[in-house]
């Protein structure tokens, strides 16, 4: 029985993981370690890392900001899931959730972020509320403007700032050339994967750059942006002081990036989940850990 009573609580914890995507934390996660390597080296921190007790807390406002947002994201969207046919398995539409349910997890995961920030400093916890208002505000973006896209980046891309706030308790314009980079990756991966609903999106009046443009266009669209993002790379190199090791994960990026287009053609969308989750994958964790590997095997410029 307790047994039976075990499987049950993990399949209902899996149910809340798969709402939130759990495995995408990938794409935001290495970005936020990236600044708070930055970051550490700028105070001095041996081997480019904060203290234990900083890492924990970044990590758990992580969890916290990105599960609220999402789970957000999945309550608003619910009747729009419904109707389409690639999403209305989703956890709510399917009433895998209740939305009662749905609303206390989201409200747990802002307490998670908060507290976190909490333990942090006092600008983090002070500036939570506009970190709130961007990520919730996603949600919404699709229903009125194709540049949703860049405002999921914007969610993504505020990552690498928040994490420099919580190790030095301050801002540094540098660390924006990161962020603009995160930015456009984000929406140059956001506007490949909205190639799929360009027929859902064009009956139900959503907005996105392939609902505006159609599939080539957008596959341009998506290129100038990943383009961008190695192009705010190379200034974050520059303004960092950074080295070669720093570049080798740029260029892998570059190539992974480059790989990613190609298999994405106007007459062959097959391959678009392969090119949105593993390759981007790749990206964020090779360019972390090239990043923190040129932090410490140089040390400071």
């Known amino acids: 029985m307790e047994g039976v009573r075990l499987l049950s609580v993990l399949r209902r914890i899996g149910v809340y993981l798969e709402m939130v995507k759990v495995a995408h934390t990938v794409f935001a996660l290495p970005f936020a370690l990236t600044g708070m390597f930055l970051a550490a080296r700028?105070?001095?921190?041996?081997?480019?890392?904060?203290?234990?007790?900083?890492?924990?807390?970044?990590?758990?406002?992580?969890?916290?900001?990105?599960?609220?947002?999402?789970?957000?994201?999945?309550?608003?969207?619910?009747?729009?899931?419904?109707?389409?046919?690639?999403?209305?398995?989703?956890?709510?539409?399917?009433?895998?959730?209740?939305?009662?349910?749905?609303?206390?997890?989201?409200?747990?995961?802002?307490?998670?972020?908060?507290?976190?920030?909490?333990?942090?400093?006092?600008?983090?916890?002070?500036?939570?509320?506009?970190?709130?208002?961007?990520?919730?505000?996603?949600?919404?973006?699709?229903?009125?403007?194709?540049?949703?896209?860049?405002?999921?980046?914007?969610?993504?891309?505020?990552?690498?700032?928040?994490?420099?706030?919580?190790?030095?308790?301050g801002t540094d314009a540098r660390v924006l050339w990161i962020c603009l980079a995160v930015l456009f990756w984000v929406g140059g991966f956001d506007v490949l994967y909205a190639l799929q609903d360009i027929d859902f999106d064009r009956r139900e009046g959503l907005h996105s750059i392939p609902r505006s443009l159609g599939v080539g266009p957008s596959l341009w669209v998506a290129r100038a942006f990943h383009l961008a993002m190695a192009g705010f790379l190379l200034v974050g190199y520059h303004v960092f002081g950074l080295g070669g090791w720093y570049l080798a994960g740029l260029a892998l990026c570059a190539a992974v990036l480059g790989y990613e287009h190609a298999i994405v053609r106007k007459d062959d969308l097959s391959r678009l989940n392969l090119a949105f989750f593993n390759l981007n994958g790749v990206v964020s964790i090779a360019f972390c850990l090239f990043t923190y590997l040129d932090l410490v095997l140089r040390g400071r410029p």
């Open 42 to 169: 700028e105070i001095g921190a041996r081997n480019a890392l904060p203290p234990a007790r900083t890492v924990f807390y970044i990590v758990l406002a992580m969890v916290g900001a990105r599960t609220a947002a999402m789970g957000f994201n999945r309550l608003v969207d619910a009747e729009v899931d419904a109707k389409n046919p690639r999403t209305r398995g989703r956890a709510i539409p399917s009433g895998q959730v209740s939305r009662p349910m749905a609303r206390v997890f989201i409200l747990m995961s802002v307490a998670l972020l908060a507290l976190s920030a909490a333990k942090l400093n006092a600008l983090c916890l002070e500036l939570t509320p506009v970190l709130l208002l961007l990520l919730f505000s996603y949600s919404y973006m699709k229903r009125f403007t194709w540049a949703s896209h860049l405002v999921l980046g914007a969610c993504l891309g505020a990552a690498p700032l928040a994490a420099w706030i919580a190790v030095t308790g």
